[in-house]
Every structure is written in C-alpha cells, then in structure tokens.
C-alpha cells in the first residue's frame, strides 16, 4: 500500500500567519491518466472531514481562496495564507492514485 | 448534498452488524459511494467503494470476505454489512459519495461509531 507521511504533525500557528504542511508519498501518484489523485481534507473538531483541494491544487467549492495546494509525484504540500481561528482541526492528505487509498497520519493545527 | 448513516452500536466479537446510508439531494445512481473508517489510533482508512451500477467493487484487505458493500438506488442508499468483526474494527464509520473518476471522497456523512467488545 502507498504510505502518505505529513509533517509536521503539530503546527502552533499565530492568528494572521501562514501554515504550511508537507505530505509525501511512498510511490508516485501519477495515474495512467496523466492525472495525480491528491487530495487534502480538514477535520475540525467534532466534525467530518471536508475535502479542501483535490489533484493536487483545484480547490473544491466554497473553499477559502487562503488555502492552497501544490506538488508533483510524491512531493505535496497545503498551504494556508493567513490562519484563521477557524482553521483549527486535523488535516490530512489522501491519495486515489493506487488503490487502496490512503491517508496520510494527519496534521493537528492549533492557534498559538 | 445530505448523507446519513445509521446501524452502528455495540456488537461482541465474531457478531455482525450491518450499516446503512441515505443519501439525498444529488442523482445517487450516478456516484460511487464508498465507506472509510477513522479511529484515534490508525487515523482514516478507506474501506470500499461501489460504484453507481453496483458492478463495481472494491474492498481493503483488512475487511475483504468479512465486509460486503451493496446499495439500492431506488431507495437512495447504499449499506456495509460486517461479518466476523474483530475488537479492531471498532471505529467511527463514514459513509461518502464519490463522484466519477474523482478517485476521491467529497461529501461525508456525519458518521456512525461501531464498538466490537465482549
């Protein structure tokens, strides 16, 4: 199975400031279709998890334009602009390139 | 988009449970659904998916011949039934849509919490 390692796993953030979280992938992600499966997912306390980005970098709708994904082959990362206290929660990374999927360990963001 | 799953609760080691998912406010024969599970210690785990004919399917090894995904479209829902279930199956389990050649999961429901102890 491919293993997704995020790093960090804890991120102190002050309000205002810009997050930033790596994920990288044990094989790479590109599908036969040229296309790569990566998705990223918040999880804010007691609730589900919501998708944010998906391949790689388009943003599903209603996201906030402050957050951002970027990355190539096993190599990704979510970015957020401007941390906002509703930000706070768990956020992991998911791959659909290889079946199983799989979900990286997840990234627990806090306010400072 | 609405998804609701129902069914979870309390089962001894070896029992069976079987979960349901409604789903409304999309055309639900068109989306795979899947099931994926989220425990504090293992994290997310992507369990099956089914696509939107029911002719498709596809298990993690973990639950793969004790697991079985079916849905009904006329009734909008889509079920796990979990056979010989083990104390490491216990867990929140999601149900989700997935839209064609997503390859991902966009709309979860809110989750329903299967504890397997004796």
């Known amino acids: 199975d491919v293993v997704m390692t995020q790093s960090p796993l804890s991120l102190p953030v002050t309000l205002g400031q810009p997050a930033s979280i790596s994920c990288r992938s044990s094989q790479s992600l590109v599908y036969t279709d040229g296309k790569i499966y990566l998705n990223w997912y918040q999880q804010r306390p007691g609730e589900s998890p919501r998708r944010l980005i998906y391949k790689v970098s388009d943003r599903d709708s209603g996201v906030p334009d402050r957050f951002s994904g970027s990355g190539s082959d096993t190599d990704f990362t979510l970015r957020i602009s401007r941390v906002e206290a509703e930000d706070v929660g768990l956020y992991y990374c998911?791959?659909?390139?290889?079946?199983?999927?799989?979900f990286g360990q997840g990234t627990k963001l806090e306010i400072k | 988009v609405q998804i609701r799953e129902s069914g979870g609760g309390l089962v001894k080691p070896g029992g069976s449970l079987r979960l349901s998912c409604e789903a409304s406010g999309f055309p639900f024969s068109d989306y795979y659904m899947t099931w994926i599970r989220q425990t504090p210690e293992k994290g997310l785990e992507w369990l099956a998916y089914?696509?939107?004919?029911?002719?498709?399917?596809s298990y993690v090894d973990s639950v793969k011949g004790r697991f079985t995904v079916s849905r009904d479209n006329a009734r909008n829902s889509v079920f796990l039934q979990m056979d010989s279930l083990r104390v490491e199956d216990t867990a929140v389990y999601y149900c989700?849509?997935?839209?064609?050649?997503?390859?991902?999961?966009?709309?979860w429901g809110q989750g329903t919490l299967v504890t397997v102890s004796s």
């Open positions: 089914i696509s939107g004919s029911g002719s498709t399917i």
């Open positions: 989700a849509r997935s839209p064609p050649w997503s390859r991902a999961a966009d709309h």
């Open positions: 998911m791959q659909g390139t290889h079946w199983p999927y799989t």
